[in-house]
Structure formats: structure tokens, C-alpha cells
């Protein structure tokens, strides 16, 4: 199977290629930034789509999907929310609240292992995993949602509103 | 010693060297005969440095400060080193003037113990069932620098256990210390990089890209440059201890590159075969296809074990001896010219010399060996897969092989040659002969490693030994004299070809006091004059340069030049 690409994103992502005059390989990080925010993660597909882009075999961009956390290689919910497990969170409460948010919004993390972090609702609607610090330690427990943050998260109902 | 040409001093271990400038500390080591524990260093692939096994204690010349005169050199033009608290990787860095370098003391003593501890933490230490174990850099490392005992009482990291990797290769991920030399051979030797590590950090794990294989035919090189059991040949996994095995250095005899190698063997039967390092002929590896070439040696149900004399069209087992009276007592009554010989050219020059006698003894004129070409693979191996066509042509003096097999055929159809003699060869199986023009023939005997259709059209059989129960020289693609070592016995009555043409010669009359292979050198090396003024010992373990053929050096040895010339590589 070969990833459809559409011709604006290749168009850019050719463009970014090009700031990188020394090596191709140095334009891995971006050109992955760029599928998976248009296809929500990296598939494998989207990895060998970007090793014949960038002339390189596909074993060398998988290493650099599975260092990075924030390279998923599993499609996530329509929305994605990461919970903060850092000392200062996990001791206001992200454990807790990583509960709460998964009862609320039905997710089943059972199945999440250090290899494949995120668990994704029956319906598709949300998925959740663990980040490390997310940079605001004085207002724990802080998530992520897409690109929404969210501080001193206490009422869950509230913030999964937000996000239907 | 004042500095000169190109020359550099270091102080190792507080004895002063000379190094050519450019030079890796650890090579400078090597070279002054200290060792620096290593794993992902190798001389013939990049040095990323990540295993951190060669820390040392590093000095240089102290800087003066300002306005401070610089420190006085002694009688021998040194200055006092300036020792630095923390220590560098010997493998990637490279030595400088006045350089002083500690591969004892506490400061390298501890860095050793602790990169041990680390190694061996997520290690699962397995190695009574490990194939490794007793050629193993992370257990003699772990005795001699390790500090003993481990402070990690946590969970090991699990990871992927016996991964099927490629066709011939095993893979155990957790005894993997990640030193990367296994992927570095696949990028920048085999040119096939299906390796990498994914996972990078707690867990990092040594992978081959889903659905890719690692099938190159080189691959079983990485084993043989693991420094711990990760990878494992499937073909040698579980078969012997390598502490009970023999080795014997002997050359490959698939191609005319003539591959140095050793054979690993234990009670006559042959176990495993590695590259052995040799920068005029092989580098440091082999491909697979020959490595794993040798289990029908082992295979006693198709070697011939007895001499087989014809009687009424039946083969009957006979006595050596008495074989070779047979066949002698047939061949004294042609004719000259009416016995022709096919040797081979996967004889020894020792074996084509008492060929050319029995020859002279024979008066034979037709005499050819069977040639074989095949595809140049653009990394070791030969289009000639003879191990020995040079040798055919300097001391057979045959110099177009299998040209004159044609006519051959025709001189036997007509009745002109009335017997043959196949030494070493199979010409039904190898040159194109059928059973029907082989029954023209008055008399036929051959000599062969194993049954074969040409065997059993023979009126004398004799198992003659294959390769590897064999000494002697042979002359590679590039005019490099090599030695072939015996590693194994043959089987039952086998008996080396020139033994057996020795014996066949003294039958017809021809006596001659040879008794080993190096006797056969003397004479080869006082009538041949390529050969003129060499002795058994000059040639070694490493060959010598003995002609010209004009052919070039194997591919990946000129890629592995060229390397080492853009200092990518020691070599």
C-alpha cells in the first residue's frame, strides 16, 4: 500500500527538504511532523513513503519514529489528549486523573504497553497516554489537549465538553 | 627522540612510543602491545564510539600561563605530562605530541567497572546455554575488568528473544549491548543497511525493517563481529562448544579468491568455518554462500570410503594397495599417447606437480583440467570458481583450462585415447560428459571425495581427499602462493591426491623419495622457477605474493582501500 500524498502537502514538504542542502537524512524530523499532523500518525507507509523521499532505507526513519514519543504510530481519536505524569503532576493528581478522564470517556488502557503507549475510546472520539513534563509544574495535574492546554484540571465532564 | 618526519612520541603506561601521526590511541596501544578493552570499535568499519569499553586516562603538555615560560624538555625532548581528570574514548580519537595515555589506574579502573556494570544489568547472563560463551568480549572483559558483582536490583528489561532476522541468522535482542558493529557492516560493507535500533533509550532494540530480511550473502559476517551471543548463525547454533573445537587455518576453496579462513572441527567432523583476516585476499569476511559450503565433508552416506575395482561390470570393494597394482598393472600396456589425464584445478600445485609426473611417466599427451566460471558478485567472490587455475597454469603449464576437453571426447570416440585417468574431477556431473562417451574407453580410474556418475563408470576408484583433509598451495586469482592446512582426516582409506599419484608413479617404476606435501614443495620449488628459492615456512599463514596475473583485487577490497586512504577507516 503507498500513502496518497496530496500535491499541496508534497509541495511543502519538498519545499522544507530544501533546507537541508547538506544531507537529506537531516529532513527526517520534518518531513514526519508533517504527515502525521496531516494523517494523525506515522504509518508504515508514511515511513517508507518518507525513505524514498529522502533517499534513505526505511529501517533509518523507523529509528527515529520509535526514539521520538511524540511520533505516534497508531492512529489516535479525533481528539488526543496527553496527561502528565512528571513528579510535580503525579503528585497533584494525574494518576487519578488519567482514571477519570478514561472512565469518562470510555477508554480501555489495558492493552497500552511501553511499545504502543496510546488507547484510543470504543468510539473513536478521543484517545489518552501519558506525556512526560509538560512545563507548568506549579499548577498540576495539566494535560494536553491537541494543542490545547488545560492547568489544575479537576472537573472532567467540563473539559471533555469542550472537545465533542 | 626529537620528532621527525611524521612521527609522533606518546607516553603509554609510562613508557614512550613512536606513532605515525593520525594515528588512533587505541591502535597506538595495540601497536606498543597493551590492550584496550573494546566492543563497538573495529578497525575495518566507522568508529561511532558508543560502547565506552576503551576509556583511558588522557594527559598532554601542561599549558603554561601567562607570562609562565613553558616547562623544560628533557634529554629525550619530552615535557612532564599534565594529567586530566576525566577520561576519553581511545577508539576515535587520535594521538598527539607529548600525549601521555593510562590504561591502568584508578581513573580507568572505574570507568571500566562501572561501563561493565551498565553493560551487564539488562544483560540476561545466559551463558551456559549461550553460543558465545568462550569467545565472548562481554564475559572476558567482565572477568578481567568487571568489578564481580551488581548493585542493579531492578527488573531487566525484556525484549525480543530468538527473532528470526534472516535465513540464516538468530537474533537475541537482550543480550545485544547495542555496540552497533552488526549494523555499521550492513551499511557500509554488505551495502544492504536493513539493520538499525528502534526504541532508542531504556529499550533500545536491534531490528530489521518489518518484512525486510537480512538475506545479503554476507550477513553471517555479523555474527563473527558480534562481540556477544545476539546474533547467532542458525547453521552453528547448538552444535559444539567452541573451546572443544580444533582450529586450523587453511584458505576457502570456492572461488579463485582463495579466501583465508579456519576451520572450527572436533573429531574429524567439521563444525563451523570463519573468514580469517587477511588485507591482500579477503579483509576480515566471506561470504555465506562458501562459509556454509562444507557439511557434505561431514556427510559420510555420499563420501567414498574404499578403493572399487570393476569386475564383470560390478564394483567390488578393494584394498588401497591392491587397487593401485590393478590399475598400474592396465596402464602399462597403452601406448603413448593413448592415456590422457583430466586433473583439477581444484588441486594443489603440490597434487598438478605429480601430475605433470605421472605424466612424463605416462607419456600422455592430452591433458586438461575441468574449468569453472561463474558470476563475479562485485564483493569477494570470483567468475573463476577453481580455487587453483593459476596454479594449473604455472606448474601444469595448462594454460587455456578446458579447451581440449572437446577434443577429448572426440580422441576417446574414435579410439585414440584408449584410457583416462579423472584425478579430482566428476566429468559427467561438471564437464559435460555423458556415461556413453566415457564407455568408449578401454580403462578409466578416478580419484573423488565422493560417489559420482563418473565414478561409477570407472574400471578403479579411489577416494581421494577434498579440501579439507588436505595440505599443500595453491595460487589465487591475483598471484598470492597461500597454504592449504589439513583440518580433518578423509574417511576410511581416503588418501590426499598426491599420495595416491605418488603411489601410482612408484607402481609404474618411477621411484621418488616423497613422503609429505613439503617434500613435493623442495622439488616443486627447485624446478619450477616461480617458485625458485621459496620455502614451506616463507609463505605462512598469511600467503605470499608469488606472480603477476594481472587480475585486480576484489571489489570490496578496493572499496575498503579506498576507505581507509579518506581515513573513514584504520584497516
Keep these: ?154 472537573d472532567v465532564d467540563a473539559l471533555l465538553k469542550q472537545y465533542q | 627522540m626529537a620528532e621527525q618526519s611524521d612521527l609522533i612520541d606518546v607516553e603509554i603506561d609510562g613508557v614512550w612510543h613512536s606513532f605515525p601521526k593520525g594515528t588512533r590511541m587505541i591502535e597506538a596501544c595495540r601497536q606498543a602491545g597493551v590492550e584496550v578493552p573494546h566492543y563497538c570499535y573495529h578497525p575495518k568499519l566507522s568508529s561511532p564510539g558508543n560502547c565506552r569499553m576503551c576509556l583511558v586516562q588522557m594527559g598532554m603538555p601542561p599549558r603554561p600561563r601567562p607570562g609562565e615560560d613553558p616547562p623544560e624538555p628533557d634529554e629525550d625532548g619530552h615535557v612532564p605530562i599534565s594529567w586530566m581528570p576525566r577520561p576519553v574514548i581511545a577508539c576515535a580519537n587520535t594521538i598527539a605530541p607529548n600525549m601521555g595515555i593510562r590504561t591502568t589506574g584508578e581513573l580507568t579502573e572505574t570507568c571500566r567497572e562501572g561501563v561493565m556494570e551498565l553493560m551487564l544489568a539488562n544483560h540476561p547472563l545466559d551463558c551456559p546455554i549461550c553460543d558465545q560463551a568462550g569467545e565472548c568480549s562481554l564475559q572476558e572483559f567482565s572477568v578481567e575488568h568487571g568489578k564481580g558483582e551488581s548493585r542493579f536490583r531492578e527488573q531487566k528489561v525484556k525484549k525480543p528473544k530468538n527473532v528470526d532476522v534472516g535465513p540464516r541468522i538468530r537474533l537475541d535482542d537482550e543480550r545485544c549491548i547495542m555496540c552497533s558493529r552488526c549494523i555499521r557492516f550492513m551499511d557500509e560493507v554488505a551495502d544492504d543497511p536493513v539493520l538499525g535500533f528502534t526504541d532508542r533509550g531504556s529499550h533500545t532494540t536491534l531490528a530489521v525493517y518489518p518484512g525486510r530480511e537480512m538475506d545479503s550473502n554476507y550477513s553471517l559476517n555479523t555474527v563473527d563481529i558480534c562481540p556477544v551471543g545476539a546474533l547467532t548463525s542458525n547453521d552453528f547454533r547448538f552444535q559444539m562448544r567452541v573451546w572443544f573445537m580444533k582450529e586450523t587455518q587453511t584458505i576457502d576453496t570456492n572461488c579463485a579468491t582463495g579466501t583465508n579462513i579456519t576451520v572450527y572441527s572436533r573429531q574429524g567432523q567439521i563444525y563451523r568455518i570463519t573468514p580469517r583476516q587477511n588485507n591482500e585476499v579477503n579483509s576480515d569476511w566471506m561470504p555465506d554462500s562458501h562459509r556454509l559450503s562444507f557439511h557434505w565433508i561431514n556427510d559420510l552416506e555420499s563420501r567414498l570410503t574404499d578403493p572399487l575395482i570393476k569386475e564383470d561390470g560390478k564394483h567390488k570393494l578393494a584394498d588401497y594397495s591392491q587397487a593401485i597394482a590393478y590399475a598400474s598393472q592396465r596402464l602399462q600396456k597403452y601406448d603413448a599417447g593413448e592415456v590422457a589425464i583430466v586433473a583439477s584445478a581444484r588441486m594443489t600445485n603440490e597434487e598438478l606437480y605429480m601430475v605433470n609426473k605421472l605424466k612424463s611417466q605416462l607419456d600422455v599427451r592430452d591433458i586438461d583440467v575441468v574449468a569453472r566460471r561463474g558470476e563475479a558478485d562485485n564483493y569477494l567472490i570470483s567468475d573463476d570458481r577453481n580455487p587453483n587455475t593459476a596454479g594449473v597454469n604455472t606448474v601444469l603449464g595448462v594454460k587455456d583450462p578446458g579447451a581440449s576437453l572437446d577434443l577429448l571426447k572426440k580422441d576417446i570416440a574414435s579410439g585414440k585415447v584408449k584410457a583416462l585417468l579423472v584425478l579430482q574431477e566428476d566429468l559427467i556431473s561438471d564437464a559435460g560428459f555423458t556415461a556413453e562417451d566415457l564407455k568408449q574407453l578401454d580403462f578409466l580410474l578416478t580419484s573423488y571425495p565422493t560417489t559420482n556418475p563418473t565414478a561409477d563408470a570407472a574400471d578403479v576408484v579411489l577416494p581421494g581427499a577434498c579440501w579439507a583433509e588436505k595440505s599443500g598451495t595453491m595460487i589465487n586469482a591475483t598471484g598470492r602462493l597461500q597454504r592449504l592446512n589439513r583440518a580433518v582426516d578423509g574417511p576410511g582409506q581416503t588418501l590426499e591426491p598426491w599420495e595416491i599419484i605418488r603411489d601410482l608413479i612408484q607402481e609404474l617404476g618411477g621411484g621418488n623419495g616423497i613422503y609429505s606435501a613439503t617434500d613435493i614443495f623442495k622439488q616443486l620449488a627447485a624446478e619450477v622457477s616461480e617458485f625458485n628459492g621459496l620455502t614451506w615456512g616463507d609463505i605462512g599463514d598469511q600467503g605470499t605474493q608469488l606472480i603477476e596475473t594481472g587480475a585486480e583485487l576484489p571489489p570490496l577490497l578496493q572499496r575498503e582501500r579506498a576507505r581507509v586512504a579518506s581515513g573513514e577507516i584504520i584497516g
Design chain 1, 1 to 154: 500500500m503507498t500513502l496518497d500524498v496530496p500535491a499541496e502537502l508534497e509541495k511543502e514538504i519538498d519545499e522544507r527538504i530544501t533546507h537541508y542542502p547538506v544531507s537529506k537524512r537531516s529532513a527526517v524530523l520534518p518531513v514526519l511532523h508533517h504527515l502525521q499532523h496531516h494523517f494523525g500518525y506515522i504509518s508504515n507507509e508514511a515511513v517508507e513513503w518518507t525513505a524514498a523521499k529522502l533517499e534513505l532505507e526505511p529501517i533509518k526513519v523507523l529509528e527515529v519514529v520509535t526514539f521520538y514519543p511524540g511520533f505516534r504510530q497508531t492512529a489516535p481519536g479525533k481528539y488526543h489528549i496527553r496527561v502528565c505524569r512528571t513528579l510535580s503532576c503525579a503528585m497533584a493528581g494525574s494518576y487519578e486523573l488519567m482514571e477519570s478522564i478514561c472512565e469518562k470517556a470510555g477508554i480501555d488502557r489495558s492493552g497500552v504497553t511501553h511499545h504502543d503507549p496510546i488507547a484510543v475510546s470504543a468510539d473513536g472520539k478521543y484517545s489518552i497516554e501519558f506525556a512526560e513534563c509538560l512545563a507548568s509544574c506549579g499548577t498540576g495535574p495539566v494535560c494536553l489537549v491537541d494543542d490545547d492546554f488545560h492547568e489544575k484540571v479537576e
